[in-house]
């Protein structure tokens, strides 16, 4: 399958400080990638799509000021937390979606996730 | 409501036997529907993804799909121990769409 590589695997960081999370589609284009929130023992709960070239879509009670969202090009997306608390510590993981018409289904293909701890 | 609903489980069963795996959902705008497994603190890895109604089978994983009903399963022939892991469904109306979870069910397969 389509390779999507998150990068970091898990960051530990100081209350008050930023933290970016890079999303990659290593093998094909992705138009769309989706951020996603994943508390223990709980489903992953939709944060954010974000479109390559326009402003991303934050699902209710997500802030955009918080969790800033880029997708500058086709292969890369990345989230940063700013000014993270410790009620921010979760595990994050991406998502992408190929173009079509790339040999790919439009199956959302996962990142290996970020573990983000809060101190 | 929720959206997708999943049985959390704990789900635990011997080596060998057949897993069944189910999500409801209420959505009849749901046209693409996907199982995926996790293991914990990794991201969710991709095992089958259908887009109508029907059964399709890849290895030991079968997938079924029952739109009429609003109901989807996966069974797991011949359970392995590597087989424990959180099992996802997750379905879309479409490409471009995000993608609805259930909860997860977690397995345990025993030796």
């Known amino acids: 399958g389509a390779v999507v590589s998150q990068h970091p695997s898990w960051v530990i960081c100081k209350s008050g400080t930023s933290v970016k999370i890079e999303c990659r589609s290593l093998?094909?284009?992705?138009?769309?990638m989706f951020w996603y929130r994943q508390f223990p023992k709980q489903s992953l709960m939709l944060m954010a799509t974000?479109?390559?070239?326009?402003?991303?879509?934050?699902e209710q009670g997500v802030e955009k000021d918080k969790f800033l969202i880029n997708h500058a090009s086709l292969t890369l997306s990345t989230l940063t937390v700013t000014s993270a608390h410790p009620e921010d510590s979760s595990f994050y993981i991406c998502?992408?979606?190929?173009?079509?018409?790339?040999?790919?289904?439009?199956?959302?293909?996962f990142g290996q996730g970020t573990r983000l701890t809060v101190v | 409501q929720k959206e997708v609903e999943q049985d959390p489980g704990p789900l635990s069963v011997p080596e060998g036997a057949i897993v069944s795996l189910n999500c409801t959902y209420s959505?009849?705008?749901?046209?693409?529907f996907m199982w995926y497994r996790q293991y914990s603190r990794k991201g969710p890895e991709l095992l089958m993804y259908?887009?109508?109604?029907g059964n399709k089978e890849d290895g030991r994983f079968t997938a079924q799909v029952d739109k009429s009903s609003k109901y989807i399963s996966l069974f797991i022939r011949d359970s392995q121990p590597s087989d424990s892991a959180t099992y996802l469904c997750?379905?879309?109306?479409?490409?471009?769409?995000?993608?609805?979870f259930g909860k997860g069910t977690s397995l345990l397969v025993t030796p």
């Open positions: 998502s992408a979606r190929s173009v079509p018409g790339q040999g790919h289904n439009t199956e959302a293909f």
């Open positions: 093998d094909f284009q992705a138009t769309t």
């Open positions: 974000s479109n390559e070239g326009s402003k991303a879509t934050y």
């Open positions: 959505n009849s705008a749901f046209q693409y």
């Open positions: 259908t887009y109508s109604s």
């Open positions: 997750a379905m879309s109306e479409g490409s471009g769409y995000a993608l609805n």
